[in-house]
């Protein structure tokens, strides 16, 4: 099975592939990759203006217990309609999908159709409007296949302000610190947005500085590192946590510099190129990034049955990181509240689970001080009616 930082990476490298130039916006599967206007005056103020944004979209299945898919992209809103594009991650049918559909008061109802198949989603928006969640069918006409689900989303806040964090070389081990600066785009009616931005790697063998032209959709953020006179340098890629209770959010995925074939200084790994893991975090001070996995005692249970869920945060640095962790249920908490860590640990046992549709569990780390947020990947609890 996959990891998480695995299937992140995958998201990473899929999108990277649509990005044969990052200054181009994706224009193929039948998104329309158009900007928004300058001033952001598709975020039109509305009784649907909160969908407006970057959404991470997990569908888990009915039948099996399998890995949820991954869609993400830009919705807009005008009045109480939606708009937008997402990319498919789907290995059978992938591309970008057009959105369509409207929302009343709390209720939403949208469609995206991409070559080869239309899913057709149905739920309500969380109470902090930066969630939704509901039920899905796809229907396949040329690929993919015709399934249905349950389905949650989530608001990816915009990734802006100054970073920090490290470069390590796979070939030398060097841990190179890193900083700099990114901004986002307005929102777009497409895939993903701009990013923009410039760093600085402080002891790196094969790089002192570049400077950034990228996009982010969903969570997925791909960077192309360029030099001055905007050559392409290397590229950067990874899977953004969402900001937490300390309000800091972390990038953690690979990099990729190119062949120098004269290095100044001279440094054996850069004449063939150099590629490596990466960690930054935003906001003022440095953080540590984390990541959480999450786990059940009892998959498939039946209903009644005691499950014990159990998040695991583990830290890059060497401080045991603390705080709590939050179970959801699509956009429910699950129990009374955030539970504590204890040794990176936090478990969380409930019998009230019911049957019927599969339950989209995660496990939100809050942050601390000193630690990055992180969530875990969709878990697809499935609960029986009765004993099989």
Known sequence: MQTQKARRLHMAARLALLLQSI????SCGGGSGNPAP?????????SAAWITGNWLISLQKSSGITKAAVQSGFLLASSNSISGSVLIDDPTCPGVGDVSGAVKASSLEMSVAAGGQTISLSGASGSDKTSMAGNYVTLATGCGTSETGSWIATLVPPLNGNFQGVFTSNSTGVVAPVSGQ??????????????AGNLTATGSSCIAAANISGVVSGTTVVWNLL????????????????????????IQGTYRILPLPRPQPAHTPCVSGETGTLCVTTGASAAACTTTQLSSSENPANQQDEVTLTATVTGTATMVPTGSVTFRDGISALGSGPVALANG????TTSTLAAGPTHLITAV?????????????????AVNSSAQ
């Open 23 to 26: 200054v181009l916006v994706v």
């Open 38 to 46: 300058a001033g952001g005056s598709n975020a039109i103020a509305s």
């Open 182 to 195: 990114v901004s986002q785009a307005q929102n777009a009616i497409g895939a993903n947005a701009a990013l």
């Open 227 to 250: 030099n001055s006179s905007g050559t392409q340098i290397g590229q950067a890629s990874g899977a953004m946590n969402i900001p937490g209770d300390n309000g800091i959010a972390s």
């Open 345 to 348: 640990l936090a478990t969380l």
């Open 365 to 381: 780390y809050s942050g601390d001080a000193n630690s990055a947020a992180s969530t875990s990947d969709v878990l697809g609890q």
